[in-house]
């Protein structure tokens, strides 16, 4: 009971607490992320057809067809119903942003919690392969290691997810040591050493809930950068193959040769696809971020309650 | 009364922390140097007492509770428990002592986690020590919760910290310490930061802790009313030194050691709630990390005397006090005469001082003394003689006065004869 009301009540501190603006790019950015999540969920249902199907009731689709009433965003070359791999894209899109963000808290939080509490020699070698990796130039990063991992695991979501996650363990990495580097001096630590908690206690129960609230914030920022990286590797033709789910980054690719022959549709609907949902989770980061990060925080004035002294 | 077994038997513990010196500073080989934080402290804590620990700010009381914690490394002495000493404890023997030694803490809203309820926080305290059943660990902790006298307990048992006041966030912090069925609380300003309302009332909840489950106390404090009301002996602490230790009416009725003194003045308010330290001995804490000479004291001691451990650091802060009441051009002839006062900076008993003659200096330093005569520095002042072009000032070697019975208390000063077979001189 009392957790499920603690969830709601953090579910609802960025509306109750964000203002203006704030607010408003935190709702639009909202509904249409929800959108294309809805449309991932669903894309069974919501998608006319599969998006390798190249064929209804023993009758090809027509090649490059353009949009009519059977097809709504026309065929490209593969026979493919545009609008039905537009809608898949979007499961594949969440698919691999979720699992990466899963990895990166998976295993950016917990070296960022023992690294920061324990420090010495181990936080100074993880901080150094960090920062390499932060300064490697992220799109090149993101190249090695698809290569790398569509060796090991073909070119699966999880392979695509995991070089994705390479580029951003660091920044959850960072943020989560240096909180706990700022943590482990306050008071409820030393408490909790008192009481004669281990180090591993000390990490799971008293700080591990305190610093993980920035997550969220970076979770969400890094997601339409993430879109963008997977689209960008799809356009290079790497990561996901067509066959295997439907990408909107390698549809672009296939598209180029398109739009010279006046085939504009095959390139318009997925590239429309990938600029909402850049739009929408780059508004939903920047709303949480302004709601969270007290700095910026404007809270609406909430009225004073005295209480006397003996209910103290 | 017959005397109460001794719970706790600390014998000369120092606790010293390294200053960590700039990278540069490492490069170059400088030592830092290190803060003795406790310099050799002897004292028992007797079964049943309320021990009170009573001094300036950094006089190294927080770090002598966290030491009985085993929350601060010794750097040498002992802490007897039970037979057994802490300081040479493992890391898992002193977490099982921890059932037995507990700690409250001066913020009550910062010794507890924000994101865990009173329930949770009470109970982790039981958690980590091995009591599986959370059905049994609600239990207990609902009984801490009423013993400290928070209830109806289930207001409070899903609150989280922020959710209460002051008061009643130090009840959590006490009912976590005594969740276990310790012996020893440690309490490091326990109603510092209370309001005044509840101050008392904290206390006299601690008092009847006390009486009900056997507990001992070392309560800290830099407030010498709270610990009048509230400890059978007390002692005075200065620059990670005991001064003085004793009976709390003795001592308050017959202060010997002058920093005691100094601290009655201060504060004759016998109101724990409202006694603020508000006249100070003159003079600030010295630096930790480089105590003065013999007595540490001396620098602010009105009864000073001759072999309590002047130095040239005394010197210069006479000298700049001086200047302070000078005119600017007063003192630009005063300081042309005396020169650089940087040769003054390091605890010497025989320094050189001036560079525009001997008599110009000697001239000035005369004028000080006539000025104030009672000044103790110059009773510390062996002899000064003519040094080229100033004059060399030879002070009397100082002694480290060790603690010593005088009456019903031992006081660490030179003022009362060392009679004691006892040569337990800390350092
Ligand atoms: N972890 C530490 N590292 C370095 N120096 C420390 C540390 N803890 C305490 N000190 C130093 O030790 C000295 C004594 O500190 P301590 O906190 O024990 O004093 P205190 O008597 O409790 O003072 P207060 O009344 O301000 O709480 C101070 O000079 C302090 O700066
Ligand atoms: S030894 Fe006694 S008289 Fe001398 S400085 Fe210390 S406290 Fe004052
Ligand atoms: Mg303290």
Redesign the interface.
């Given at each position: 009971m009392a957790a499920l009301r603690r969830v709601l009540r953090a579910l609802a501190t960025p509306f109750t607490q964000t203002a203006g603006l704030g607010r408003w790019m935190l709702v639009i950015g909202l509904v249409i992320t929800g959108i294309f999540v809805l449309l991932a969920i669903f894309a069974p249902w919501i998608a006319p057809y599969g998006f390798a199907q190249a064929s209804a009731d023993g009758v090809d689709f027509p090649k490059a067809g353009a949009p009519s009433g059977e097809h709504w965003f026309g065929t490209d070359r593969l026979l493919f119903d545009v609008m039905s791999r537009t809608i898949w894209g979007a499961r594949t899109a969440i698919e691999v942003v979720i699992l990466s963000i899963l990895i990166c808290v998976v295993i950016g939080v917990p070296l960022g919690l023992v690294s920061g509490y324990y420090g010495g020699w181990l936080d100074r070698v993880l901080l150094l392969v960090m920062d390499a990796l932060f300064a490697f130039p992220s799109f090149l990063l993101a190249i090695v290691f698809s290569f790398l991992l569509t060796d090991l695991f073909g070119g699966s979501v999880l392979a695509v997810a995991m070089s994705l996650s390479a580029i951003y363990i660091p920044q959850y990495y960072r943020v989560v040591r240096n909180t706990t580097v700022s943590a482990k001096e306050a008071t409820y630590v030393e408490a909790a050493r008192a009481i004669g908690a281990k180090d591993g206690v000390i990490m799971r129960r008293y700080l591990f809930g305190n610093v993980i609230q920035s997550v969220p914030v970076i979770g969400t920022l890094n997601a339409a950068d993430a879109i963008l990286t997977l689209a960008g590797l799809g356009f290079l033709g790497l990561g996901i193959q067509s066959t295997d789910a439907a990408e909107w980054g390698h549809d672009l690719n296939r598209a180029l040769a398109d739009a010279g022959a006046g085939v504009w549709w095959t390139g318009l609907y997925p590239g429309l696809a990938i600029v909402l949902l850049v739009t929408g989770l780059t508004l939903v980061g920047e709303g949480l971020n302004e709601t969270l990060n007290p700095t910026l925080r404007k809270r609406r004035l909430l009225p004073v309650v005295m209480t006397t002294r003996e209910d103290r | 009364m017959p005397t109460k077994p001794d719970l706790i038997d600390v014998r000369d513990l120092s606790v010293h922390f390294g200053l960590r010196g700039g990278t540069l500073g490492r490069l170059v080989g400088r030592d830092a140097g290190v803060v003795r934080a406790v310099d050799g402290i002897s004292v028992t804590l007797r079964e049943g007492e309320v021990l009170g620990l009573v001094g300036e700010s950094g006089s190294g009381k927080s770090t002598f509770g966290r030491a009985l914690?085993g929350?601060a490394p010794a750097t040498s002495g002992t802490i007897g428990f039970d037979g057994a000493d802490l300081t040479s404890m493992s890391r898992s023997e002193?977490?099982?002592?921890?059932?037995s030694i507990?700690?409250v803490?001066q913020?009550p809203s910062?010794?507890?986690?924000?994101?865990?309820?009173v329930a949770e926080a009470v109970g982790?305290?039981l958690r980590?020590?091995g009591m599986k059943s959370s059905v049994e660990r609600r239990e207990r902790v609902v009984e801490a919760l009423e013993r400290v006298g928070l209830s109806p307990v289930q207001l409070f048992l899903?609150k989280y910290p922020r959710d209460l006041?002051?008061?009643?966030k130090q009840r959590v912090?006490l009912a976590?310490a005594i969740v276990?069925g310790p012996r020893v609380l440690v309490a490091d300003e326990p109603i510092s930061m209370l309001?005044m309302?509840?101050r008392a009332k904290i206390l006299q909840l601690m008092l009847d802790l006390k009486q009900d489950l056997g507990l001992s106390y070392v309560y800290i404090t830099h407030d010498l009313a709270s610990a009048k009301f509230f400890c059978d002996r007390i002692a005075i602490m200065y620059l990670g030194r005991i001064v003085e230790i004793g009976d709390t009416e003795e001592i308050f009725a017959n202060p010997r050691h002058p920093y005691t003194k100094a601290l009655l003045r201060a504060a004759p308010d016998p109101d724990p709630a409202r006694a603020v330290a508000k006249d100070l001995p003159r003079g600030e804490v010295p630096d930790a990390a480089v105590p003065p000479l013999g007595c540490s004291f001396h620098p602010r001691c009105p009864e000073a005397v001759a072999q309590c451990g002047w130095e040239a650091r005394d010197l210069r802060t006479l000298l700049e006090t001086h200047w302070t009441r000078r005119t600017p051009e007063e003192y630009d002839a005063e300081s042309a005469a005396v020169g650089s006062l940087d040769a003054l900076a390091r605890p010497d008993t025989s320094v050189h001082v001036g560079r525009g003659g001997a008599d110009a200096v000697r001239s000035i330093l005369d004028r000080i003394r006539d000025e104030e005569p009672d000044e103790p520095l110059w009773r510390g002042v062996a002899d000064v003689t003519d040094d080229g072009a100033g004059v060399r000032v030879d002070f009397h070697p100082g002694v480290d006065p060790a603690l010593r019975r005088a009456g019903g208390v031992d006081v660490a000063c030179v003022l009362y004869p060392d009679d004691s077979p006892d040569d337990s001189a800390g350092g």
């Open positions: - | 914690l929350l002193l977490r099982a002592l921890r059932q507990q700690m803490f913020d910062a010794a507890l986690n924000p994101s865990m309820t982790d305290a980590v020590h899903d006041s002051g008061g009643q912090v976590r276990m309001d309302s509840v």
